[in-house]
């Protein structure tokens, strides 16, 4: 198994510098070496995760319900979890990801956006102005 160290600082074992083959974890083609010091930012426990994901759907295929539940962890694992996923190029979790995303934000107020992810609206009065009147034609979708 490779070893590199995560955000919460737990090693997992590696061959030589963190550069690995998918294939060390025991799912994919592992044709294309991984840097995995690229994750140094992400907690043990999502690389976890996407390590059960790939296990699970490698010997079980293609299972909604399973995928449903999988997926419904806290906010900040789950924006993890799609980093590791986007970084290992695993599509059909980065789609996963994106679904339960979108759907958190689906039906919600830009304001209410802004809560939800922490995001400071730093825009001026007359930012906000402007960008009303150049995005008019979108109230009529």
Not at 56 to 76: K, L, R
Not at 86 to 92: A, E, G, Q, S, Y
Not at 105 to 117: A, H
Request: glycine share 4%.
């Amino acid at each position: 198994m490779p070893s590199f160290i995560t955000s919460d600082e737990i090693t997992t074992n590696t061959a030589g510098q963190g550069i690995v083959e998918l294939s060390d974890f025991s799912f994919g083609d592992g044709t294309v070496p991984i840097d995995l010091r690229h994750l140094q930012h992400v907690s043990s426990r999502a690389v976890e995760k996407v390590i059960e994901y790939c296990e699970h759907h490698a010997t079980t295929g293609d299972d909604p319900e399973w995928d449903q539940n999988f997926i419904a962890v806290e906010q900040s694992l789950l924006f993890e979890i799609l980093l590791v996923a986007n970084f290992l190029m695993i599509p059909t979790l980065s789609a996963l990801g994106s679904k339960a995303i979108a759907a958190m934000i689906k039906g919600k107020t830009p304001e209410e956006i802004r809560e939800l992810f922490n995001i400071v609206n730093d825009f001026t009065p007359e930012e906000k102005d402007q960008i009303k009147k150049e995005n008019e034609w979108a109230k009529d979708l």
